[in-house]
């Protein structure tokens, strides 16, 4: 019958790739929460992301099955890469919480769709992009921080050489991705230029994870590799508040009040900034960090909150809109 399928179908069935930046943002919210003591409200924002990275990975595998010509064009775009990091980020939550068996199961799904999405969206890229090209970067970084994360937990040697070798070339792809990215968007962008210091965060907590994945396991580097690897870290958490820092300005100087589903990619790299500097401040013994790191995360929190009201809003308009009247 035509009344089964119901507005909320439709308004779902059109939302764009990149809102599962939402999936992200509140993952990485629920890491900063569970790092700073909040365990309820962490336990609160780690259900709500399982429960969007089902609804996603449901749609992922129907659009896969029964629309494969628009599955193919939306994993051309750096945004179908969320796919990726949302799935690392729910496998982080998870594994701080204890449960090394689930985030193993997703680092291995999530290690099987980036060669895949990351080939298609490279072979698709135009001269000058918007802050979603990032995402090559950020979902590269995202199977480092997982994969070192494992490493400390469950101990193979070789998943946290293989998380090194990702945390190299995430810094290589975010250079790439850098020479491809229009700095116009800084002003202009309705939301997705924050990835640009997002993905630097992301890498420097893969940093902090590969130090502390040594601090468990001390034969896994040696001490030159272990001095390289700390200068780097705070060297791209560094870059990272300079991002962040000229990112808020933007947003003081070109104001964009409207919400848009891009919004979500600004609180991601928000909330990844905040927990890139608890976890520096923490693998690297950097104590007077943590303050700074827990102000970030409730700016994170904030902005997530705002963010969360106006996907509210602008989904019941969107729903009533499709109403038959």
């Known amino acids: 019958m035509p009344a089964a399928v119901s507005p909320l179908r439709t308004w779902w069935a059109q939302r764009p790739p990149a809102a599962g930046a939402a999936v992200m943002a509140t993952g ?21 992301t399982s429960a969007g990275w089902l609804a996603l990975a449901a749609d ?13 064009e939306e994993a051309g775009t750096p945004a179908g890469l969320t796919a990726v990091a949302a ?20 680092l291995a799904l999530s290690a099987v769709l980036w060669p895949v999405l990351l080939l298609n969206v490279m072979r698709h890229w135009k001269h000058r992009m918007t802050g979603v090209v990032f995402l090559v970067c950020v979902a590269t970084q995202g199977l480092a921080v997982l994969g070192a994360t494992l490493a400390a937990a469950v101990g193979p040697e070789w998943l946290a050489h293989t998380a090194l070798v990702l945390f190299w070339l995430g810094i290589a792809l975010y250079g790439v991705a850098l020479a491809h990215f229009d700095l116009r968007e800084v ?9 640009a210091g997002g993905a630097l965060a992301i890498s420097a907590l893969g940093g902090a994870k590969l130090i502390a994945a040594h601090h468990v396991n001390p034969y896994l580097w040696n ?5 390289v690897l700390r200068a780097v870290t705070v060297a791209l958490l560094v870059l990272n508040l300079a991002w962040y820092c000229v990112l808020a300005v933007a947003e003081l100087v070109w104001r964009r009040p409207q919400y848009d589903v891009r919004r979500w990619a600004s609180v991601f790299p928000m909330g990844m900034t905040a927990v890139a500097t608890l976890a520096v401040a923490t693998a690297l013994d950097i104590p007077w960090l943590k303050g700074p790191g827990q102000v970030l ?19 019941a308009v969107a729903v009533r809109s499709r109403a038959p009247r």
């Open 28 to 48: 990485i919210i629920s890491v900063g929460l569970h790092l700073t003591g909040y365990e309820t409200l962490s336990r609160i924002a780690l259900a709500l």
């Open 60 to 72: 992922f595998v129907v659009r896969l099955v029964r629309e494969r010509e628009r599955w193919v």
């Open 87 to 106: 799935t690392t980020v729910l496998g982080t939550g998870l594994s701080a919480l204890g449960w090394q068996g689930l985030a193993e199961a997703l």
């Open 187 to 195: 002003a202009r962008s309705a939301g997705d230029h924050w990835v």
């Open 223 to 227: 001490n030159d590799d272990q001095g």
């Open 297 to 315: 995360l409730w700016i994170a929190v904030a902005a997530w909150l705002a963010v969360a009201a106006g996907a509210v809003r602008s989904s």
